[in-house]
């Protein structure tokens, strides 16, 4: 007689990861509060249990870039896990923001031994690394404009399974131009032109519609030709500019002169 295995039940890493019972702290920060700096130890995984997070790199000749931001429900500081000894980046919360702080050692044995989990997290690094490459992409091959309006619709989860979010987190526009890799009077400019058409609006808070998406999907304009005079015309003007200077008239009062 074969006994049925006990039904296990479903793993929930979305209550999992928000529950108290997991070791680790909950942290809450103040917006534009440091989560951690570049350079510091990396020595935890980091999970948004609400707000959001920027991640910014400063190089040695003193300026900032804006390389990610992290919404509530994804992982940030993964590197730990694949030995990486100190930060890369500064992480920086954006709003009021609760951040779960797990220890590396914990969050590899979570990833062993739950499957629920350690799926979540595969997911989670996929779609960073599509995302990454969409970037580089990006940033090679598009102008300012298209780049601005693709941030817009990635902060506003724009495709996500959970639907997009209308209503952006206040950010600046001088955040908005080290995503994107432009000055803040581009990104002014471009912001009033997409106000105007209606594909945003901003009043305090910053809504987006989905029309923004046709400034993402439009190619470029094809340059227009050269137009030609017709061919009547061209034969006109040569016409003309002979009557104006006739052969030889050059030479003939020249010679007049020297008879003289």
Known sequence: ???????????????????????????AYHAFETIY??????????YVLSGSVKLVVLSSGGKEAVVGVID????????????QPLRLATAIAMVDSQIRVVPKQ?????????????DRFITHMLARNNRLEEDLVDQLFNASEKRL????LLLARYGKPSGPRRVLPKISQEVLAEMVGTTRSRVNFFMN????????????????????????????????????????????????????????ARTTRRASRSKE
């Open 149 to 152: 309006a693709r941030t817009l």
């Open 193 to 248: 032109k997409f106000r105007k058409l209606g594909f945003i609006e901003y009043n305090g808070d910053l809504t987006v519609h989905d029309a923004l998406l046709s400034v993402v999907l439009q190619g470029s304009p094809p340059a227009s030709p050269t137009k030609q005079p017709p061919a009547a015309v061209r034969e006109k003007r040569t016409t003309d500019a002979g009557r104006s200077r006739p052969k030889g």
């Open 1 to 27: 007689m074969i006994v049925p295995s006990p039904k296990l039940r479903p793993f929930d890493v979305e209550a999992f990861l928000t529950s108290p019972a997991l070791a680790g702290t909950i942290v």
């Open 106 to 118: 914990q969050m590899v044995s979570l990833l062993h031994d739950q499957r629920g989990m350690a």
């Open 37 to 46: 700096a570049q350079g510091d130890a990396c020595e935890t995984v980091l």
């Open 72 to 83: 509530a429900g994804d992982f940030f500081g993964e590197g730990a896990l694949a030995g």
